[in-house]
């Protein structure tokens, strides 16, 4: 299994970028993919994820300036966010959960950093 993440980099505040996961390995349409981030010091937190369904959820920080999509046909996730902040700044990683798992993520890609700056 392989989630393959790119398309992060620096950026302006209020700046954009959409990030992409490839999946290698899993039956993709099946999972629930999502993306977490990182930044220094601070715990791994959930930025949004993408059911089997298409139902979507997203941290109440990044509502409204990030959207979480699926192309099931090229087993890729994206995460578009705009409105960059500098509270961005962090390593994104894409997840994924596999069908009739309950919680918790069974296969993690390798992190992309996105530096936001002011």
């Known amino acids: 299994v392989q989630l393959q993440a790119s398309g992060g980099g620096s950026v302006q505040a209020g700046g954009s970028l959409r990030l992409s996961c490839a999946a290698s390995?899993?039956?993709?349409?099946?999972?629930?993919m999502a993306w977490h981030r990182q930044a220094p010091g601070k715990q791994r937190e959930l930025v949004a994820l993408?059911?089997?369904?298409?139902?979507?959820n997203y941290a109440d920080s990044v509502k409204g300036r990030f959207t979480i999509s699926r192309d099931n046909a090229k087993n890729t996730v994206y995460l578009q966010m705009n409105s960059l902040k500098p509270e961005d700044t962090a390593v994104y990683y894409c997840?994924?959960?596999?069908?009739?798992?309950?919680?918790?993520?069974?296969?993690w890609g390798q992190g992309t950093q996105v530096t936001v700056s002011s």
């Open positions: 997840a994924a959960r596999r069908a009739g798992v309950i919680t918790g993520y069974n296969y």
């Open positions: 390995g899993i039956i993709f349409s099946v999972n629930t």
């Open positions: 993408i059911t089997s369904g298409d139902s979507t």
